[in-house]
């Protein structure tokens, strides 16, 4: 592992540190699915670049000190970088040969933004045409649940673990894992804490989690992402509610009672479903997902689907994943990494039923 060797370092990222300095045309040599800007910037967990290179080393070149990633070399992670800051890190000592490169980067930090800067060849080799994009895509879009909120714990507390970040990998997130097994390219739109209306216990009120997805730098306020016109997901599963619902209204939130709530949600709901709709077109399947199997949330999402079908949207479909294996013994009784496979397992036998034309 490496690590931002001083505080200075760190808060120079945070506060905005010279760009790394990114190779001419460095996405024209890294696939990426990801949301990120012409600079190469990027907030969203999960977002991953891809490439090749023949040789026995590769440099890779970033900049962020408020995250952690995983560099992989032909499928298999050789190091964990842990905020790293503004660096080329190098992977040496590889038999000389074509290889494949992907950096990805694992962990929540949405006030701050990445920036990626290329892959490097090393003495003697060559960085290659970038790998082709996979013709399948998945949007995953939702909260901790979904980010993988520290799934590689055993334990719930996490305080005495290394913390939230160290045992948080979106790159093992039930949607990540359920993209790989399907051979698709995938976004996890996750933002911890953020509900469709409302927040964990009505915190930042006025804000949900509709305030963010628009954005490719979720820390730059009125951020739009610039779809490059190569993102239209087959399939969006959408994964909001949990934090709206989870924790008791108090005095002074905006609705004054839980039907009120319930109400407002299942309103918001169907003009995020309209939003997807406006963007993605009728052809895309949007899977409406519960982690919960019976009561408001449950109830109101079931609802909501109902609602569309009725109107005509026949590729809203409902998704229970409710299952009493799911032990939640990660952090704060999120799922643990044992949950994310289940729920890949679940979810990957789910999208085999729905003959999506792929």
Same mark, same amino acid.
């Given at each position: 592992?490496?690590?931002?060797?001083?505080?200075?370092?760190?808060?120079?990222?945070?506060?905005?540190?010279?760009?790394?300095?990114?190779?001419?045309?460095?996405?024209?040599?890294?696939?990426?699915?990801?949301?990120?800007?012409?600079?190469?910037?990027?907030?969203?967990?999960?977002?991953?670049?891809?490439?090749?290179?023949?040789?026995?080393?590769?440099?890779?070149?970033?900049?962020?000190?408020?995250?952690?990633?995983?560099?992989?070399?032909?499928?298999?992670?050789?190091?964990?970088?842990?905020?790293?800051?503004?660096?080329?890190?190098?992977?040496?000592?590889?038999?000389?040969?074509?290889?494949?490169?992907?950096?990805?980067?694992?962990?929540?930090?949405?006030?701050?933004?990445?920036?990626?800067?290329?892959?490097?060849?090393?003495?003697?080799?060559?960085? @290659?045409? +970038?790998?082709?994009? %996979?013709?399948?895509?998945?949007?995953? *879009?939702?909260? /901790?649940?979904?980010? &993988?909120? !520290?799934?590689?714990?055993?334990?719930?507390?996490?305080?005495?673990?290394?913390?939230?970040?160290?045992?948080?990998?979106?790159?093992?997130?039930?949607?990540?894992?359920?993209?790989?097994?399907?051979?698709?390219?995938?976004?996890?739109?996750?933002?911890?804490?953020?509900?469709?209306?409302?927040?964990?216990?009505?915190?930042?009120?006025?804000?949900?989690?509709?305030?963010?997805?628009?954005?490719?730098?979720?820390?730059?306020?009125?951020?739009?992402?610039?779809?490059?016109?190569?993102?239209?997901?087959?399939?969006?599963?959408?994964?909001?509610?949990?934090?709206?619902?989870?924790?008791?209204?108090?005095?002074?939130?905006?609705?004054?009672?839980?039907?009120?709530?319930?109400?407002?949600?299942?309103?918001?709901?169907?003009?995020? @479903?309209? +939003?997807?709709?406006? %963007?993605?077109?009728?052809?895309?399947? *949007?899977?409406? /997902?519960?982690?919960? &199997?019976? !009561?408001?949330?449950?109830?109101?999402?079931?609802?909501?689907?109902?609602?569309?079908?009725?109107?005509?949207?026949?590729?809203?479909?409902?998704?229970?994943?409710?299952?009493?294996?799911?032990?939640?013994?990660?952090?704060?009784?999120?799922?643990?990494?044992?949950?994310?496979?289940?729920?890949?397992?679940?979810?990957?036998?789910?999208?085999?039923?729905?003959?999506?034309?792929?």
């Amino acid at each position: 592992m490496i690590r931002a060797t001083t505080v200075a370092v760190l808060v120079a990222a945070l506060i905005g540190a010279p760009a790394v300095q990114a190779a001419p045309g460095a996405l024209d040599r890294a696939h990426t699915a990801g949301r990120v800007t012409a600079s190469v910037q990027y907030s969203w967990p999960g977002v991953y670049f891809e490439g090749r290179f023949r040789g026995t080393s590769v440099g890779i070149s970033l900049n962020d000190a408020a995250s952690y990633y995983d560099v992989q070399i032909d499928g298999r992670t050789v190091t964990t970088l842990v905020k790293p800051g503004r660096t080329t890190y190098w992977v040496r000592n590889l038999s000389y040969a074509e290889h494949r490169v992907r950096l990805v980067k694992r962990s929540e930090a949405p006030w701050a933004a990445g920036e990626f800067g290329g892959f490097v060849a090393g003495s003697g080799g060559a960085v @290659l045409t +970038k790998p082709a994009a %996979r013709t399948r895509q998945i949007e995953f *879009i939702g909260d /901790s649940l979904t980010a &993988g909120y !520290g799934n590689l714990s055993t334990t719930r507390d996490c305080s005495t673990n290394g913390g939230v970040e160290a045992n948080t990998n979106t790159d093992l997130s039930f949607g990540a894992l359920t993209s790989r097994a399907l051979n698709a390219d995938y976004q996890v739109n996750a933002f911890s804490g953020r509900g469709m209306v409302r927040n964990y216990g009505g915190g930042e009120p006025g804000t949900s989690y509709r305030t963010y997805y628009d954005r490719a730098l979720l820390n730059v306020d009125g951020d739009v992402w610039q779809n490059p016109g190569t993102w239209r997901p087959q399939l969006v599963v959408v994964g909001l509610g949990t934090n709206d619902f989870s924790t008791a209204l108090k005095p002074g939130e905006q609705w004054p009672t839980p039907e009120s709530l319930v109400a407002a949600y299942k309103s918001a709901y169907q003009g995020f @479903l309209d +939003k997807l709709r406006s %963007r993605y077109g009728a052809g895309t399947t *949007i899977l409406v /997902s519960v982690p919960e &199997g019976s !009561g408001t949330f449950a109830d109101a999402v079931r609802q909501v689907a109902q609602d569309r079908n009725n109107q005509g949207d026949s590729r809203v479909r409902y998704w229970n994943y409710a299952d009493p294996a799911l032990d939640r013994l990660g952090c704060d009784w999120h799922f643990s990494q044992r949950d994310h496979r289940l729920i890949s397992g679940l979810l990957t036998e789910y999208i085999s039923r729905l003959g999506l034309a792929w």
